[in-house]
């Protein structure tokens, strides 16, 4: 725990399933491993009308394992309902000095609170963070739209859009990948590389989340945030960097030129696939006769820069028949140049290159900690490398709006376990 300055952690939608899954256990994981930055104070917000001691029963039933007594004696709880705005002034009493706000809300929230916080003062331009959980808006629109909003009362420095899968082991390995290895760089160039693949594949469906998956499907579910950041990742062009602050910035700024770079689907919404898992109908939630895609596969390629015309594929599903999320560099035959590097994200963690002799060169990454934990860590201690940056939350949506634009011209097939969405 911090014994120094008092400082106090915010979580908005604290009863929600991230929350209890989640982010707790990544906080009391902080705390049992002594993070230096770890707040001296938790405050959980939500609707309900408790006590600290409603909340901290209502944590505990929530988990078969137990939390330990010490963390648990650092969560307080403050009564905000957020649909009539009250309730700020009493949370702002409980506030003790350095603030982090999470915002695990749904998107539609977001503009509200972030009002209500700068109206209190509990947030003020230079003094605080807040982390914003995806989906950071609706569409490209909206994010602009938030961005503005969060411009107006605080710095670009104080705000850490979350995509936990820049705060996964591989990701933050292939990062450092790049920053240490510049021959990693000077292989992923458009003279080498044949084509690209990202894929991410889940063997369940969506679980009880008829009411708010539907209506938004697979791409902005998971290809709009995480499988295009595991490829900005991958294929990123890193400067030069002097110091942790300009790294930050830095990755910010490559992942969205990286991105920036992708050729989105005007006139070729032919190289797009959609599906739809038999019995997603049948979901709690899910509307009478819904075309939401539960599967997808983008084939576009770069438009630019140094993988100009190289072909990517970018995959990802609900009851694909396996679990698996992966990233794959496929070479062209030239001297000095392996046959293909495979990225595994899940299940295993390794990044595996394979010569043209059919050697295999495996390096598996050991587990530092939870996702959720990695990025807590990070935003406490100012690190701003595994978070969104304004500009890339833009070319996230832009690309995926236009995706999205497609659906009503590609045929929504139905794919099941005697008919799999098979993805070349």
Known sequence: MNDHRPSTFVLFGATG?????????ALEALFAAGDPNMPSKIVAVSRRDWSDEDFV?????????????DFLDLIEYANVDISDHSGYEALGARVEGDVTVYLSLAPQHHKAVIENLMEE???VQGSGKILIEKPFGTDEASAHALNELLSEFLNEEQVYRIDHYLGKDVSRALMDIHEKTPEFD??????????????????IGIFGRGASYDGVGAFRDVGQNHVLEMLAVLVADVPEQTGEDALGHMWQVARASAQGKLAAPHDTCELLRRGQY????????????????TAFEVITSFSSGRLAGVPVTLQGGKKMGSSEVFMEVLFRDRPGVPERIDVRVQPRQEIATTERDGSVETFVIPKTGDAYFNILSDAFAGR??????AEEIQYLWRYADRVVACWDEVPL???????????Q
């Open 17 to 25: 399933d991230l929350a209890l899954k989640k982010i707790f256990p």
């Open 57 to 69: 029963s209502f944590l505990e039933n929530g988990r078969e394992l137990a939390y330990d007594r």
């Open 121 to 123: 003062r509990i947030l």
């Open 186 to 203: 000077a292989l992923l160039v458009s003279e080498n590389v044949a084509s690209i693949r990202i894929g991410l594949f889940e063997s």
């Open 278 to 293: 038999e019995g997603y109908l049948s979901e709690v939630g899910v509307r009478d006769g819904s075309q939401t895609e």
């Open 384 to 389: 701003m490398r595994d978070f969104v940056g």
């Open 413 to 423: 097939e139905t794919y099941g376990d005697d008919r799999p969405f098979l993805l």
